[in-house]
């Protein structure tokens, strides 16, 4: 027996200036089967005082440290029994109909996974994300990032995945995509596990629908240039930014995905764009992060580690080479 419907899952680390106005605006959705499940990994900033005042009603899970927001989640996935699941960052704010038209548009669409609908920046104006796809450079691409909504977005269609800031799910999907009992791979502990979970969905036949009517704002940290078209995560002006430990993380995950998910097919049709971008990623990280060089045998041992895992998602796969491409921009 289902426990709800749908479970909001939101991963709380210091989260103190965004948590309410998340959790606020659960609160206020038109669609009232929800359970929320809040999991703190070893917050100092007073907001896990502020959720236990506050908000009584929910689940919270209360981790001793920062175990990583992959863990987090699947600790949330975990906490209820329902049909669908939206995990959310702490600086995700819903307009109030978005879980009604979530579950609304996964009933058309039996063999939907997973959904993401239109989400903007704080203005109302700038979009954040209108679906995921694959750069055929391997970077994760978010569709319309930083560019003017004009209505470019506003059709239904299918795209390959969804943006992890606010993502929905259903559970039987989840279920099916596991790995040793991980919906996210906990090896990621962050960075790429959306793009990972969505890749190995679409490798086992589910279908990822962006759904426009379905609107959130987040308040992503760092700015966008106006007008760029796609984001990625490993963009230079992006990756500058990171801490070593965080640069660490976002190429062990990138080679990590690749090696579970992808084709040597597919390797070899792109390898005008994956090999100029290695060239310039590794150049550019010896330069600017010469200790992360240091951490590089321990990041081999992580990455070939991931085979296993590679040939438990291969020999899950039902469907073929062509159906991936169109996920590759």
């Not at 939101?10 to 965004?18: F, H, M, P, R, S």
């Not at 703190?40 to 007073?46: A, E, Y």
């Not at 009603?57 to 990583?68: C, P, T």
Request: contains cysteine.
């Amino acid at each position: 027996m289902r426990d709800t419907d749908v479970s909001a899952v939101v991963v709380n680390w210091n989260g103190a200036d965004d948590i309410c106005s998340c959790l606020d605006s659960i609160r206020m959705q038109s669609y009232h089967h929800i359970g929320t499940v809040v999991v703190d990994n070893g917050s100092t900033d007073g907001s896990v005082q502020m959720i236990k005042e506050r908000y009584k009603d929910l689940i919270l899970i209360e981790n001793d440290g920062n175990l990583g927001y992959c863990r987090a989640l699947n600790q949330g996935i975990d906490a209820l029994e329902c049909e669908f699941v939206l995990c959310l960052n702490t600086d995700i704010r819903l307009e109030a109909d978005y879980v009604e038209k979530a579950v609304t548009t996964m009933g058309d669409f039996p063999r939907g996974g997973m959904l993401s609908g239109k989400i903007l920046r704080f203005d109302g104006k700038t979009l954040d994300s209108a679906g995921q796809f694959i750069g055929r450079d391997r970077r994760p691409r978010e569709r319309g990032y930083g560019g003017r909504d004009r209505g470019q977005y506003d059709a239904r269609e299918f795209v390959f995945s969804v943006c992890g800031a606010v993502a929905f799910y259903r559970r039987k999907m989840l279920d099916q995509v596991a790995l040793d009992g991980q919906y996210f791979d906990e090896d990621y502990f962050a960075f790429y596990e959306d793009l990972d979970l969505g890749w190995r969905a679409q490798l086992l036949g589910w279908s990822c629908i962006y759904e426009p009517g379905a609107v959130a704002y987040h308040q992503r940290g760092a700015t966008a240039p106006a007008g760029r078209r796609v984001f990625s995560v490993l963009s230079a002006k992006q990756f500058a930014r990171r801490s070593t430990a965080t640069r660490y993380h976002i190429i062990k995950n990138r080679y990590m995905t690749m090696i579970k998910n992808d084709s040597p097919e597919s390797l070899l049709a792109d390898m005008l764009f994956i090999m100029p971008f290695e060239a310039l990623l590794w150049c550019y990280t010896a330069l600017s992060s010469p200790m992360l060089m240091l951490r590089l045998p321990g990041m081999a041992r992580e990455i070939f580690a991931s085979l296993h895992k590679r040939r438990l998602v291969q020999s899950k796969r039902t469907v073929g080479y062509d159906m991936i491409r169109k996920g590759i921009i």
